[in-house]
């Protein structure tokens, strides 16, 4: 396992639009392990973009231990909630995000295989936090108000 660099701001692979993964294979395993690596430092979520990497590819942590999802797509939400947000490509920048309260996502695990995964209040900010990394999107697009004055 190997820590990677994390794109920041301004890099303008950021706003693309990451594609499926279609091959479940060591390649993508290393990748996850990598990418865990790099986010248990600092973060409770990475994207593969967020690496260099355009694939529909995410790791989450909050504390409950790992969660990774494959070609992720948000399926039911509801409810709204109102916290602070950040992100490991825009460091020192936070703002009041507006996300659903309860999240539920279906996705593929490292081997291919579907599952959904419902998650409420910090999980399913992070679903959507890093699935709208794939779509391009940084969390700026949910802000109310940023607590800096670099925005």
Do not use: W
């Not at 209040?121 to 709208?132: M, P, S, V």
């Amino acid at each position: 396992m190997a820590i990677r660099n994390i794109v920041k701001e301004g890099d303008p692979v950021l706003k693309k639009v990451s594609r499926p993964v279609e091959k479940f294979d060591d390649r993508l395993h290393v990748l996850l392990d990598d990418m865990y690596e790099t986010m248990k430092k600092d973060g409770v979520g990475l994207a593969a973009v967020q690496v260099g990497v355009l694939r529909r590819v995410v790791v989450i942590d909050i504390g409950e231990g790992r969660i990774e999802l494959i070609n992720p797509e948000i399926i039911a939400q509801e409810g709204e909630q109102q916290d602070v947000e950040g992100c490991l490509s825009c460091p020192g920048k936070y703002g009041v995000t507006s996300r659903p309260m309860q999240v539920t996502v279906k996705a593929q695990d490292r081997n291919g295989e579907y599952f959904t995964i419902t998650g409420r209040e910090l999980l399913a900010r992070a679903f959507c936090h890093e699935i709208d990394h794939l779509d391009g999107k940084l969390f700026y697009s949910h802000v109310l108000y940023m607590l800096d004055d670099e925005k």
